[in-house]
């Protein structure tokens, strides 16, 4: 079968590899439909890192079908459609019982798809702790709409469930890319008072008011005074950092009301300083950290509902056989793309 493989800093290919077959009783192997290339995939290719594994096939956003399941598997069965999560996970460890997913600590616990262990940009996918990794996608709700539940919708999700966001509060989200927007679909469950959405993108800025006029939407530059503009209390109630930069790192805490809850969803490429004596009687509470991704049978329930729905970002879609071009047209950010849909079948 096709596999795009990490080999190394620099290099992927699609290779030929043999179809996945079952290892543990828990496991399942899965026909993937259609799968997705994220950030961490770029991250993958340029060697940044270190945990992934070469030979790896990548790729860990991906909805199919389920081919085969260990004797172990109760809850999933072949013929299901399915959506994969990022994170495999046990169910029984510590973290895993308190619904810390992702601080699993079987060795296949955490984000090893499409890292440690082969990924889903292939034909066939082998996924350990088939129990908790798949969650079957309601009737009705296509490959496309399921398509992000596993990775970033799992994150937003993640990331509003954790910012304690009340009927009357302004949520702030720094960063309206991929994860944003995500992000942005979750919060606006919680019916807060007012949300808005920052970005230097004029094109992820536009998205969001074609799909949610209601939302305020707003660059970088002078977003403490717009914030103060917008609220009541000196800032925003709730801040969700998803921009990953050092300014928006900054602009989080600087946009938050005194006693906010500043969530910090973004991935930097280096560590970033919190300038305490500034902050000093600012009173915040910080959260920080990866997707929990715990959640993905309640939001494909949600999308089944037609009350999430991220199919917007699905710019570009493309064969397995093109995922060279795929891959360029993403890290590029050429032609206005913010997602592919890659079909893993051609
Ligand atoms: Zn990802
Ligand atoms: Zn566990």
């Not at 290892?23 to 439909?33: F, L, N, Q, S």
């Not at 009927?167 to 995500?182: F, M």
């Not at 709730?238 to 602009?251: A, K, N």
Request: hydrophobic share 35%.
């Amino acid at each position: 079968m096709r596999a795009y493989t990490y080999y190394g800093s620099g290099d992927l290919r699609l290779a030929d590899k043999p179809r996945p077959e079952i290892k543990e009783p828990g496991d399942a192997i899965v026909r993937v439909t259609l799968a997705s290339i994220c950030t961490s995939d770029l991250h993958i290719k340029h060697g940044s890192v270190p945990r992934a594994v070469p030979g790896v096939t990548i790729g860990h956003e991906m909805v199919g079908v389920v081919e085969a399941v260990g004797s172990g598997v109760a809850k999933v069965k072949p013929g299901e459609r399915v959506a994969v999560n990022v994170e495999t996970y046990c169910g029984e460890c510590f973290f895993c019982k308190n619904g810390w997913v992702n601080n699993c600590t079987d060795p296949d616990g955490g984000w090893a798809l499409g890292c440690r262990i082969d990924g889903g940009l292939a034909e066939y996918v082998r996924v350990p702790h088939a129990d908790t990794g798949l969650s079957v996608i309601p009737e009705g709700v296509t490959d496309e709409q399921a398509l992000f539940t596993g990775d970033i919708l799992a994150t937003g999700y993640w990331a509003a469930k954790i910012s304690e966001i009340g009927p009357g509060d302004t949520v702030l989200i720094i960063g309206g890319g991929p994860t944003g927007y995500c992000t942005l679909e979750c919060v606006l469950l919680k019916k807060p008072a007012r949300v808005i959405v920052c970005d230097r993108h004029p094109e992820r800025l536009e998205l969001v008011r074609a799909h949610h006029p209601e939302v305020l939407t707003t660059g970088p530059e002078g977003l403490r005074e717009y914030t103060l503009a917008h609220t009541e209390h000196g800032g925003a109630d709730r801040v969700i950092e998803c921009g990953g930069s050092d300014e928006s790192f900054q602009l989080a805490w600087q946009c938050a009301r005194p006693n906010a809850i500043v969530t910090v969803v973004a991935l930097y490429d280096r560590a970033q300083s919190l300038p305490l004596p500034d902050m000093y009687g600012k009173n915040l509470t910080f959260k920080t950290g990866g997707v929990d991704g715990c959640d993905c049978g309640e939001i494909l329930r949600l999308i089944a509902a037609g009350k999430i729905d991220t199919t917007p970002l699905i710019t570009h879609r493309y064969p397995l056989s093109n995922i060279e071009r795929a891959f360029e047209v993403f890290e590029h950010r050429r032609d206005g793309v913010i997602k592919t849909a890659v079909d893993c079948a051609r």
